[in-house]
């Protein structure tokens, strides 16, 4: 991720939509983090970059599917991913920001100085109209100073990747009354029924029953 950092500036005022639809993408980081995932349907992440006056705009929607392993019987368990977001970064603490690119006709941002109230940061100068003062974290991964010269940094395939990670649900399943594996031979219960005794050795079997007994 770390090699795609945009310089904000050329970022148009209207904004810009980024597409990311290369699977590497995913693959890297999936296989990095020891997920074990097979993409069945390209997972393609387009986000609209709309930069504002204290931060960034991110809005954001991630489509595809994969198969995780189930939680309860380690077969292929389809997940469907159709995840929108809106994401605000905040500039960060004394950056400077650039006019952008199609800007030159316009008038200068001049953030500091739009503010009402005219909260004055550390220097107390006119010469912080561009510097941002915000104390908000912003997330390092996604917004930064840009490290060689003025300017801020933006990298939204990173923020793809982090909203990708929070679309997968922490227990997939493979159908929703999975009934796993058996605890004592192992064997898959979708599969084949076996003639284990596993009373009170399953929790999730006893909810089962406490269902049962309910009704
Ligand atoms: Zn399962
Ligand atoms: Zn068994």
């Not at 400077?96 to 001049?110: G, H, I, M, Y």
């Not at 510097?131 to 840009?146: K, Q, W």
Request: proline content about 7%; charged content about 25%; overall charge negative.
């Amino acid at each position: 991720m770390n090699g795609n950092w945009i310089a904000l500036h050329t970022v148009p005022r209207a904004g810009k939509t980024f597409v990311f639809n290369d699977q590497g993408i995913w693959r890297g980081p999936l296989k990095e983090f020891g997920v074990s995932c097979t993409i069945l349907k390209d997972i393609t992440a387009e986000i609209f970059v709309l930069p504002l006056d204290e931060g960034v705009l991110f809005r954001g929607k991630i489509t595809g599917s994969i198969a995780l392993p189930c939680d309860r019987c380690a077969d292929d368990a389809r997940v469907d991913i159709e995840h929108a977001f809106d994401d605000f970064e905040p500039y960060p603490a004394g950056a400077n920001l650039l006019p952008t690119a199609d800007a030159k006709e316009s008038v200068p941002r001049q953030r500091t100085a739009q503010r009402k109230g005219g909260r004055k940061s550390a220097g107390g100068k006119d010469a912080e109209v561009f510097t941002a003062d915000l104390t908000i974290d912003a997330d390092e991964a996604v917004i930064r100073t840009a490290p060689r010269g003025p300017g801020v940094e933006i990298n939204p395939a990173a923020l793809a990747w982090e909203e990708f990670s929070l679309a997968l649900p922490i227990k997939p399943l493979c159908r929703e009354n999975c009934l796993g594996l058996c605890p004592i031979c192992g064997k898959n219960r979708n599969l084949e029924s076996c003639s284990c005794d596993t009373d009170g050795t399953d929790p999730r079997l006893s909810v089962l029953r406490a269902l049962k007994a309910k009704a």
